[in-house]
């Protein structure tokens, strides 16, 4: 049997390791260098000094502009995609890689990637 002093300290522990837990989580989960599952390019690993020019979350209403103006400065980049906005404009998704562009994978939905596993068929 426990005494109501220590039942107290044990709720206060409690609180301060799920307060804690908590606030590690949601720091993790905004993370741009770390995840917990599969890997994660954060660098190039050259040692020239290039820039890397993305587009997150594509298509949107703006792709046909960025990618007019991408186009008259003879510029590629990296457009990140999610498959629902592909879904819904497949057009765009055509349009980025035939004028060059790379495609990313930012999931099909744009959860909060920091919990997502990768595909069972990744590296097939
Ligand atoms: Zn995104």
Request: aromatic residues 8%.
């Amino acid at each position: 049997m426990t005494t109501k002093p220590a039942r107290s300290l044990l709720a206060i522990l409690t609180a301060g390791v799920l307060l804690a837990g908590g606030y590690a989580t949601l720091q993790a989960s905004k993370s741009r260098t770390f995840q917990f599952f599969g890997g994660m390019v954060n660098r190039a690993g050259i040692d020239d000094k290039v820039v890397a020019l993305t587009f997150d979350d594509a298509p949107t209403s703006q792709t046909g502009s960025v990618l007019r103006i991408l186009d008259d400065l003879d510029v590629r980049a990296t457009f990140f995609v999610i498959g629902e906005a592909l879904e819904r404009d497949a057009q765009a998704g055509r349009r980025i890689v035939e004028e060059g562009h790379e495609l990313g994978n930012h999931s099909y939905s744009h959860q909060r990637m920091v919990f997502k596993t990768p595909p069972s068929s990744a590296g097939k």
